[in-house]
């Protein structure tokens, strides 16, 4: 399918095609790198599990239950950088789970890895995933509050950690200002407006 020459003008399935980043990978085709992409990152943060001191499934939201995973370096003393990192997978696909791949080289540099998880749509809207995700850096924030914290994401997850850079804390219950140090968004969606009209909508339902 070959680009449009206006994204306004484009069709549905031209759409469906520039907004499917396994359609533009030259190394494998599109049904096998979405395999293989899952298969890596999940082995990987099983790894990191496996290699580094966590402590999985802390719970940041009641009563629905939202969770995150925290990864240490071996020299915790409560005061490191602390990164968050939000996944990917266009807000229906993946999780925490698949998050902690990053675990094993930030440990080793002295920073705590926060690999945070949030419900998927169509279980929840956008709306909801955004409050669960500042709820969630809020928990971290508050439980290391000598840390400078730096937020980061890929994907729908970059953009969801954009989100995260615009938010009043003191509704989150922070009693004093908060303010990541640092942001890292990797390939993110930051314009949802054409997405809108392509298969990602489907269960995610988002209007103007």
């Known amino acids: 399918v070959a680009p449009p020459q206006r994204l306004e003008?484009?069709?549905?399935?031209?759409?469906?095609?520039?907004?499917?980043?396994?359609?533009?990978?030259?190394?494998?085709?599109?049904?096998?790198?979405?395999?293989?992409?899952?298969?890596?990152?999940?082995?990987?943060?099983?790894?990191?599990?496996?290699?580094?001191?966590?402590?999985?499934?802390?719970?940041?939201?009641?009563?629905?239950?939202?969770t995150l995973d925290i990864y240490y370096p071996e020299k915790h003393e409560g005061?490191?950088?602390?990164?968050?990192?939000?996944?990917?997978?266009?807000?229906?696909?993946?999780?925490?789970?698949?998050?902690?791949f990053l675990a094993v080289p930030f440990?080793?540099?002295?920073?705590?890895?926060?690999?945070?998880?949030?419900?998927?749509?169509?279980?929840?809207?956008?709306?909801?995933?955004?409050?669960?995700?500042?709820?969630?850096?809020?928990?971290?924030?508050?439980?290391?509050?000598?840390?400078?914290v730096f937020v980061g994401g890929h994907s729908a997850g970059a953009h969801l950690a954009a989100c995260m850079l615009d938010t009043d804390w003191f509704q989150y219950g922070m009693k004093t200002p908060a303010s990541f140090a640092g942001a890292v968004l990797l390939s993110g969606i930051y314009d949802l407006v054409p997405i809108q009209k392509t298969y990602v909508n489907d269960p995610i339902q988002l209007t103007e």
């Open 9 to 66: 003008m484009a069709t549905r399935e031209e759409l469906d095609h520039l907004f499917s980043p396994s359609k533009w990978s030259k190394r494998l085709p599109a049904d096998v790198i979405v395999i293989q992409h899952e298969k890596i990152v999940r082995e990987a943060t099983e790894a990191a599990q496996r290699d580094v001191r966590c402590k999985l499934n802390v719970e940041f939201e009641q009563p629905r239950g939202q």
């Open 79 to 100: 005061h490191e950088d602390v990164f968050i990192f939000i996944h990917g997978g266009y807000w229906q696909a993946f999780g925490k789970e698949h998050a902690g």
């Open 107 to 148: 440990t080793r540099s002295g920073v705590v890895v926060v690999a945070l998880g949030y419900d998927l749509a169509p279980k929840v809207s956008m709306t909801a995933i955004v409050e669960q995700c500042r709820k969630g850096c809020a928990h971290v924030m508050t439980t290391f509050p000598r840390s400078r």
